[in-house]
């Protein structure tokens, strides 16, 4: 069975720092584009960023590029996402959810998610 | 950035109707969308893929269509789990964006 479990979420000061981590099982995770999606509270999806099978390539939002910093360890099936110089804005549902084998440009990605991990961004 | 824009961004309906659901794309995507449900305090769960492909174990009654920068979502007959939100995502060129979701709610 699929399954990614998000954690390392919590409650952090403004411009602190928080490292996210998502562990993958029930396939091959070094097969696969892994990504992070967030919802703010009472607010829609919105994509963070996402990274190729190899980390060779990646790609985020705007609003995070230059602060968040997406990774992963093949060895170890897992996910990451370092968030620093946090933001009120940055509050939300962090989801991680399975991209395609192939590039996400050309096949629908997130097949499979996780069921989140809250980020808390507040003094 | 690709503006994806949902309509209705809610709307009421009763067990057994027909339901339809709106996505247009500021630019031309080809059919590089998906099709998503979230129910409250739940992850999302993709539906359709490229467009108009059924995610396997998705009941039939969904179905997608559309190509270029108008798409929909039909469920055909709704059913009680169907209380949802409901979002789309292109996945045509960065950033991905979701439209803003469509809440379906019993009348």
């Known amino acids: 069975e699929v399954q990614v479990v998000e954690s390392g979420g919590g409650l952090v000061q403004p411009g602190g720092s928080l490292r996210l981590s998502c562990a993958a099982s029930?396939?091959?995770?070094?097969?696969?584009?892994m990504s992070w999606v967030r919802q703010a509270p009472g607010k829609g999806l919105e994509w963070v960023a996402i990274?190729?099978?190899?980390?060779?390539?990646?790609y985020y939002v705007d609003s995070v590029k230059g602060r968040f910093t997406i990774s992963r360890d093949n060895a170890k099936n897992s996910l990451f996402l370092q968030m620093n110089s946090l933001r009120a804005e940055d509050t939300a549902v962090y989801y991680c959810?399975?991209?395609?084998?192939?590039?996400?440009?050309?096949?629908?990605?997130?097949?499979?998610w996780g069921q989140g991990t809250l980020v808390t961004v507040s003094s | 950035d690709i503006q994806m824009t949902q309509s209705p961004s809610s709307l009421s309906a009763s067990v057994g109707d027909r339901v339809t659901i709106t996505c247009r794309a500021s630019?031309?995507?080809?059919?590089?969308l998906g099709w998503y449900q979230q129910k409250p305090g739940k992850a999302p769960k993709r539906l359709i893929y490229?467009?108009?492909s059924l995610q396997s174990g998705v009941p039939s009654r969904f179905s997608g269509s559309g190509s270029g920068s108008e798409f929909t979502l039909t469920i055909s007959s709704l059913q009680p789990e169907d209380f949802a939100t409901y979002y789309c995502?292109?996945?045509?060129?960065?950033?991905?964006?979701f439209g803003g979701g469509t809440k379906v709610e019993i009348k």
């Open positions: 990274i190729k099978q190899d980390g060779s390539e990646k």
């Open positions: 630019q031309g995507i080809r059919n590089d």
């Open positions: 995502l292109q996945h045509n060129s960065y950033p991905l964006t």
């Open positions: 490229a467009a108009s």
């Open positions: 959810a399975r991209g395609p084998t192939g590039p996400p440009l050309r096949f629908t990605p997130f097949d499979y």
């Open positions: 029930g396939f091959t995770f070094s097969d696969y584009w």
